[in-house]
């Protein structure tokens, strides 16, 4: 069944309680990137238009509890900015009696944000005691944080069951351009994929091989498989318990598989490192692989070369010290400059890395949503929008 869309919802003089990912990077105080807040505006202003009273609610981090550190007050105040009218930011626990009486008096029409979901116990429980004072809230319910759409949440699936629904406009938008990777892509379709870890993306990396064309396998988890290979990695980061699959990938699928054939290792994990190129598979012992070396690089972008469909999750570097940062720049920039390609960046540390490059706006489709977008190309329906159908 279909996800139920804006549309297709009753706002006129309703309380519609709006899921939103404010979810941003805040650093003594200071919003450093508001891409999540602007991303939900299309959805706030139609709701405003079509004459609803908008309650918001988000997590903010990971708060156990209630926790000053945590509180949506900064987000409230750049909400009020970047949509230009009044934001009644209610600091009060979400589910108290003292949040719901705010509530209650909000003249129709008007906005307010609620304090983070976080501080509520129950909403990593999906607990439905909490569904249930949530959603006394709002006379509907939509769900536009997608990149909060992978977790069975009450403030995400719980209350979903509890009220009319439907989904956002961004949860629309995100659920549609991350289908044309699943549904069809067009060939030659390029997945390049860093990190850490192979364990973190282990999921996606089995269900997409079968799908794609060639991946690029760059950052921390490609010492991995060229240890599994048996090259020499020195101190790399890499997860032993995890040869035995890099091996079984390496064996079905040899010819989909590029590795870096060079890596740049620094000899100390820090930005003032001495460097040095090695071949990957052959690491001095006391160096460790910090980025892709200079050859990969322009291996990686031939591979790119010519792709229809193009997926990019994780740095290949270590991209927060600078001197690392090269490997992950050249691939963005690979990317941004492919012509006539469905390009898609997903993640945290690509999607910044995009922007640093300053050639955001030649990528077809930028998801606010790393793991989430991750799920879904893992061939998961999200909870979040199960609850919407
Ligand atoms: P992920 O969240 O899985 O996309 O991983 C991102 C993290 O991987 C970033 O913080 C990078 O610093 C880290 N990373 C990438 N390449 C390496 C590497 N070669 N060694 C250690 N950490 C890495």
Redesign the pocket.
């Known amino acids: 069944m279909p996800m139920k869309t804006l549309e297709s919802l009753e706002v006129q003089g309703k309380r519609v309680l709006v899921r939103v990912d404010y979810n941003v990077p805040i650093e003594g105080g200071v919003i450093q990137d508001d891409t999540r807040i602007t991303a939900s505006l299309p959805t706030l202003h139609k709701l405003l238009e079509r004459g609803a009273t908008v309650i918001l609610m988000s997590h903010l981090g990971r708060p156990k509890g209630v926790d000053d550190a945590y509180r949506l007050a900064p987000v409230a105040a750049r909400l009020e900015e970047v949509l230009g009218r009044k934001v009644f930011y209610i600091s009060s626990k979400p589910a108290s009696d003292e949040t719901a009486r705010a509530v209650q008096q909000l003249e129709p029409g008007s906005v307010a944000l609620l304090e983070n979901v976080r501080f509520e116990s129950g909403e990593e429980k999906n607990d439905p005691e909490l569904n249930r004072k949530l959603a006394q809230l709002g006379d509907a319910f939509v769900l536009d944080a997608f990149g909060s759409a992978h977790r069975a949440h009450s403030s995400v699936s719980g209350v979903a069951g509890l009220l009319p629904h439907a989904g956002g406009l961004l949860l629309e938008a995100e659920v549609k351009a991350l289908g044309k990777l699943t549904e069809h892509p067009i060939s030659p379709y390029v997945v390049v994929i860093?990190?850490?870890?192979v364990s973190?993306?282990l999921k996606v990396i089995e269900n997409l091989l079968p799908k794609v064309d060639r991946m690029l396998i760059?950052?921390?988890?490609?010492?991995t498989f060229v240890k599994a290979q048996g090259g020499q990695i020195g101190k790399?980061?890499h997860e032993d318990d995890f040869l035995d699959t890099a091996r079984r990938l390496l064996g079905t699928y040899a010819s989909k598989i590029v590795l870096p054939s060079d890596?740049l290792a620094g000899d100390s994990?820090s930005n003032d490192a001495k460097l040095e190129v090695f071949p990957t598979n052959a690491i001095p012992e006391d160096w460790?692989?910090?980025?892709i070396g200079p050859e990969s690089r322009k291996a990686f972008a031939a591979a790119l070369e010519g792709a229809k469909t193009v997926f990019w999750?994780?740095?290949?570097?270590?991209?927060?010290?600078e001197n690392?940062a090269g490997g992950t720049n050249a691939v963005a920039t690979a990317v941004a400059n492919l012509q006539g390609a469905y390009t898609v960046i997903g993640?945290?540390?690509?999607v910044s890395a995009i922007h640093q490059s300053g050639q955001a706006d030649k990528i077809s489709h930028i998801s606010t949503g790393?793991g989430a977008s991750l799920e879904l190309l893992e061939g998961k329906v999200l909870p979040g929008v199960a609850a919407l159908e």
């Open positions: 860093g990190g850490a870890k973190d993306k760059g950052g921390g988890m490609a010492y790399s980061i890596t994990f460790e692989g910090m980025d999750n994780g740095p290949m570097g270590v991209f927060e010290f690392f993640g945290g540390d690509s790393g």
